[in-house]
């Protein structure tokens, strides 16, 4: 069976390659940036494709990507954008449409085309992973957290609209695993509102996934 996980060129994404890998899955993944890390996925037979998620073009092919496999049974929706927002409403309205092209409209092209593939297997699946923060947003976040609202929305549409034939779920992490750019007062003004007072890690997240794998 393959799955496809996006935004795997580094953190989770890449995480997620290894441990589907490790577990006897054939994995696609798509990545924006090359990175050297890239080399260890190629190494272990991770099939790699560029895409931009902000061009629909390259979206598209990702698709023609899977389009030569007839085992695709799970797509990990992964691939994120995050920055603050800025300053300038000019530069905030530009944040927004690439988070909303990222995190809504490229999981929406990719979910709408690979489907039919997704139906075809015994228990297709597809899992968005989405933020704990979507359900308290910060208003220095708001573009980043509406766009992860939007994509828990979309999921749970196409839950509706798939079954029986492919389940949709979600992941909603938490602080898993702060970027190097955080601070270390963001750090302890994130963890004195996490109940665990540390960063999650990433095995957390691959649980979750393997609890949906049980169903594949």
Not at 61 to 76: C, F, G, N, P
Not at 133 to 138: E, G, Q, S, T
């Amino acid at each position: 069976m393959r799955a496809l996980v996006t935004g795997c060129g580094r953190r989770l994404g890449f995480y997620l390659c290894e441990q589907l890998v490790a577990a006897g899955w054939q994995v696609t993944g798509s990545y924006r940036s090359e990175r050297p890390e890239l080399d260890r996925l190629r190494d272990v037979g991770v099939e790699l494709v560029q895409a931009d998620f902000t061009r629909e073009e390259e979206v598209g092919a990702v698709v023609t990507a899977l389009a030569a496999h007839e085992d695709l049974a799970l797509i990990i929706h992964n691939a994120s954008a995050f920055e603050p927002q800025a300053a300038d409403p000019a530069v905030q309205l530009a944040q927004f449409d690439q988070f909303y092209r990222v995190h809504m409209a490229a999981p929406f092209q990719l979910n709408r085309a690979l489907a039919p593939a997704l139906a075809r297997q015994p228990n297709g699946g597809i899992i968005h992973i989405t933020d704990i923060y979507i359900h308290a947003p910060a208003p220095q976040f708001a573009a980043y957290v509406a766009t992860k609202a939007g994509a828990h929305s979309l999921a749970m549409s196409f839950a509706r609209e798939l079954a029986p034939a492919v389940r949709v779920n979600t992941i909603e992490p938490g602080p898993i695993l702060f970027l190097d750019e955080h601070g270390d007062d963001w750090r302890q003004q994130v963890l004195a509102k996490t109940p665990l007072a540390r960063e999650g890690g990433l095995e957390p997240i691959w649980q979750a996934v393997q609890m949906s794998l049980k169903h594949i």
